[in-house]
């Protein structure tokens, strides 16, 4: 706040620093006597109040209102990711608003994906804020509350293996035959791949037959 004196001959003068501030509604807002901050209005709550400058017999004032926090930047967190083709990775945002408090936004902001063919992020109830990834690369994603927007970034990465089948499941064969097995990779993306060649066979009783398998990294 500025306090500014008139005198008779009409001039003017900067009185911030030597009048004496006070607030009729210290609940709502007060503003600072102390030394360098003279003046200095700081909003406690939602209300109004009439802040005074008081010098001498002489005062001035003027009405304020504080209304509730505004939001003034966003966070997504994590802000750095890296998914396999076919995983789905939720994504959450957070609102900073100017009393420095914070409140999960994830529901209400607006998701973008500036490459929809790598990934993209619903806006669907339930699902708001997931990412959905299609294709290998990267993208940038955004979360847009207003005129405020913040970004994250995704890579897209090839697809991981997550199980794996063995056919025929169960065998019996006669002694001295041999059999084919087949080994069969699930990946993340839902694709199927013949990995007979890739895994490592082992027989826990090689006299019984029963074969165990992994995969090799």
């Known amino acids: 706040m500025t ?76 802000n750095h990711v890296s998914i396999a083709l076919g995983v789905r990775q939720p994504l959450t945002a957070t609102g900073i608003y100017t009393d420095n408090s914070t409140q999960n936004l994830t529901n209400s902001v607006t998701w973008n994906s500036s490459n929809l063919l790598v990934a993209s992020v619903s806006n669907a109830a339930g699902s708001k804020g997931v990412i959905f990834s299609s294709a290998i690369g990267s993208t940038t994603l955004s979360a847009i509350q207003g005129s405020v927007r913040a970004s994250a970034y995704v890579t897209v990465t090839d697809a991981v293996l997550v199980s794996l089948s063995v056919t025929p499941a169960h065998i019996s064969i006669a002694l001295g035959l041999s059999q084919q097995m087949t080994a069969t990779g699930i990946y993340t993306d839902n694709s199927i791949r013949d990995v007979t060649q890739f895994v490592t066979w082992s027989s826990s009783d ?11 990294i």
């Open 3 to 78: 306090a500014t004196g008139i005198y008779t001959d009409n001039s003017t003068q900067n009185l911030t620093n030597l009048v004496t501030w006070s607030s009729s509604q210290l609940s709502v807002a007060s503003v600072s006597n102390a030394e360098g901050t003279k003046g200095l209005v700081t909003s406690i709550g939602i209300g109004q109040t009439t802040l005074r400058a008081f010098l001498g017999s002489i005062s001035g004032q003027t009405s304020l209102s504080v209304s509730s926090a505004e939001l003034v930047s966003l966070a997504i967190t994590p």
């Open 206 to 216: 090689p006299e019984s037959g029963i074969a165990e398998y992994q995969y090799r």
